[in-house]
């Protein structure tokens, strides 16, 4: 029954409550912070998944435990989970900590708003808005529109979708069977969200052409205009290009100048998925790899990878100034966006985007930005350049490592050839035999905990190592490090 | 250039960056978290837009701030947002504060993972199973699959994405173009993620047939069956239907049994969107208002709202066993889901959604459940109906409060009738003045930031307020001051 006092219903009071914040933030801090940054402690403690199920005690009962069995649990899951914040975490596209954007996070976490009104997110509807016309600023726009997505998988299906509202608005009402066939065209080393989107869209991966890659993976743009052709000639209708501005595995840049020139000439929206590169806009140094950016018509922009924010932060960009990703995506839902508001109703942005509640996503970026302002970001950019230019270097000096091709990005993409195998190239078994070499070095990484680098098969290349360098906090000795562990795991093989 | 000691491109080391977190965890628990649930405090401090822009100051420039000034920021922002936390926020369909799942929000944003591999996050992997798993078994399945999805719309447009698959497997390669025209059902008091996820994708919205609610809010299922026949004589196939527990204003429950026939008897998908209402599966009282749900093909289910787990957190469940959500939604891109891992690769599961990077969402919920077991959630439940049946009879005792009908739920939908007001309702500008009041209290409570109600139009009702009663901390007296303070700001309307 009801009771005035909400003690015994919550199983703590306010101040009990607190206190177990304040001492659940102390282990945080201790286990997930201070050894998870810290080179002396395992970048990740593998547990076999059966044993791990077991040693955490995951299952959920009728009754609940104390402060005491919580704070162990808090310990246990800091624990086995993998220290991305860690030196030798190379496995991913993100990696490493910035203070200042968890700062970001937590107090997002402890207001818990949503993204959607003035009315219940002032400062972040605000904040998000500075904070996209900065990104716009930097890829060359003065205007545009804008949101944050849960991911650059999103922010690529919002892409495709508003091309396609674009040229064909009445498939918001009619549906794709109002309209003829469509195409879309990407690179065969572009990110699978563009053949996810596709489907999820009801365009169909058949839709999707697969323009080839040059040698360093950037995209053919003869190819393209060729798929172009083709796509016509098979009686669709082409409509939209995802370039890629830094490729998922290789780090490739497309020649984004030559796919502006093909999209103009044949009237496509051009979208630049620079979910993983957008942020070497911030280095004079490398900014020409995006050459050309200021020319498409959206961008994809995931600071959660180079820029360290913390998942998720995923800027979707467009350079429209006709509203069109309000028209393309809002439902005017009356209970959120009321007509009779008392503030300017151009404020509640939650109708640019398909989601209803819209986690804080730009609070993390903007307090990282505001400490250590453009120039620090620009000079994280350069140094990540220069480490992993420092790391292709040292490799070649060294027998047994392989670059596969020079890197344009921070990816480094090598195999480690063991001294058994090293001579034998023409032998027939050794592509058989190589390829077997990363997984294996990858098992004993894992378990061993020193570093995590991840490997994949790419367009018939067989296992390779992708070294991905994006964390402000490592060093050259990380880097030094890392080969000679590479080494040590994998020389008996 | 590089140099090993990245200290000056961080701006600061290790050590200073986890001083600054320390100090500004501090200001986070007094000014967000201390605050932020204090009576004394106001629930917000509302300032004009162009006012505030100019308060926060939220450039971003070239160089970077003291650690100081990033303080006063953490603390500004935290002032100036809205107190979600808060014992007089009803604004939305989240309130409250579980200090449990917020040291799982805390802990999730500390070790920044995503949740697509069990190499990158093993802990998480094997805890959102079981959290799965046991909401699954609450809905009724044994078995079956899902995910967490960053959000109900998204979960709905999986759903509807499903379905699709379900029935024409081709449209995942082939397009919509391969598919005859489809039909899809919801009510129209329904969540209008419904109709954005037809518009996306790329089924349209004049495909969504808009089934009549009764005088409560809940689908009349004869409609939806004259619906499904309309549909067929229009040419359409008949392929989902859209059933809500728990409706967004009016807190309605559709007749989940009788939809269940129907869409047996037409062989339709029949999806719930319990996004809202699907905690009521806590509780043995108020379960009977989804009876019939394990009869559903999915469910959508957002413990980020009645459960206070915190945004986002919305579990999108599947009865099916063959595996179809990753058949589905997959891409198996070989850099991630490498086929020799040393480890049973069917713990990655990464590839059942469209996302790639993807936040951890399961670790607040379990850690809450875990905390006050499934016993302290249900009596949560059980309070906050009461709570809301409180606030009802209260309302009826006074003068000046009128509901618009008896409440299902902890939705309470009612008008405020100022003393000028009163016995006029027969008078031709009644409707006129009646629906401007909710605006105008709204304003004040707004501007005075006592309280935070929502109010809306709907169906032709003109502007009234809907109370929504979740946080576990509200008290009667709690209710009492809402209705007190409504009174007190329209009095003189
Ligand atoms: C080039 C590229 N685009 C898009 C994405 C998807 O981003 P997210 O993981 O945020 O969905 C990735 C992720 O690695 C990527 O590398
Ligand atoms: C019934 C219902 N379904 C779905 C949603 C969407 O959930 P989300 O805001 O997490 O996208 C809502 C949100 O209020 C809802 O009330």
């Not at 003829?180 to 080393?189: H, I, K």
């Not at 913390?310 to 959120?336: E, I, K, M, P």
Request: hydrophobic share 40%; proline share 3%.
């Amino acid at each position: 029954g009801v009771n005035a006092h909400c003690e015994d219903v919550l199983g703590f009071s306010h101040a009990e409550g607190q206190h177990f914040l304040n001492e659940a933030f102390k282990i945080i801090f201790e286990e997930a912070v201070r050894k998870g940054i810290d080179k002396n402690e395992k970048v990740c403690v593998w547990q076999d998944p059966a044993q791990l199920e077991k040693l955490l005690d995951l299952d959920l009962r009728d009754c609940g435990e104390t402060h005491d069995q919580l704070l162990s649990r808090v310990r246990d899951v800091a624990k086995y989970s993998v220290k991305t914040n860690h030196p030798r975490f190379f496995n991913q596209l993100y990696s490493g900590v910035d203070y200042h954007a968890l700062v970001g996070r937590l107090l997002t976490e402890t207001l818990n708003t949503s993204q959607y009104t003035y009315e219940v997110a002032p400062v972040f509807v605000l904040m998000e808005r500075v904070v996209l016309t900065k990104l716009r600023s930097m890829v060359g726009w003065s205007s545009g529109d804008g949101v944050f997505c849960p991911g650059g998988s999103m922010s690529n299906m919002f892409a495709m979708n508003l091309s396609r509202y674009h040229t064909f608005p009445q498939v918001k009402q009619q549906g794709l069977w109002s309209l003829p066939r469509l195409a879309v065209f990407t690179s065969q080393e572009s990110h699978y969200s563009v053949m996810k989107g596709a489907a999820f869209l009801g365009i169909g991966t058949d839709h999707v052409y697969s323009v080839k890659t040059n040698q360093q993976g950037s995209m053919d743009a003869d190819d393209l205009e060729g798929k172009i052709m083709l796509a016509r000639s098979q009686g669709a209708v082409p409509l939209y290009v995802n370039a890629t501005a830094g490729t998922t595995v290789r780090g490739a840049f497309d020649p984004l100048d030559r796919i502006a020139d093909i999209c103009e000439k044949h009237g496509l929206w051009m979208h630049v998925d620079a979910a993983w590169g957008g942020s070497v806009l911030f280095s004079e140094k490398h900014r020409h790899l995006v050459k050309g950016i200021d020319r498409a018509n959206s961008v994809t922009w995931n600071p959660h990878k180079m820029l360290t924010t913390g998942l998720q932060c995923s800027a979707f960009l467009v350079r429209d100034t006709t509203n069109l990703l309000q028209r393309c995506h809002s439902a005017n839902a009356t209970y959120l966006f009321q007509q009779d508001k008392f503030y300017d109703m151009s404020l509640d942005t939650g109708d640019k985007t398909v989601q209803c509640g819209r986690k804080v996503d730009c609070l993390k970026l903007w307090l990282m930005w505001k400490a250590i302002g453009t120039k620090g970001l620009a000079e994280r950019i350069d140094r990540a350049f220069a480490m992993a230019r420092y790391f292709a270097e040292e490799m070649e000096k060294r027998e047994g490592f392989q670059l596969l091709y020079e890197p344009q990005f921070v990816n480094t993409c090598f195999w480690y050839i063991p001294p058994s195998l090293r001579g034998k190239e023409n032998t027939t078994d050794y592509k058989d035999r190589l390829s077997k070499v990363a997984p294996a070095i990858k098992e004993r990484m894992m378990k061993q905990g020193t570093i995590m680098v991840g490997y994949q098969p790419l367009n018939g290349e067989i296992n390779f190592f992708r070294m991905v360098v994006v964390s402000p906090h490592i060093s050259l000795r990380d880097m030094d490090f890392c080969l000679d562990e590479i080494e040590r795991l994998g020389k008996d093989l």
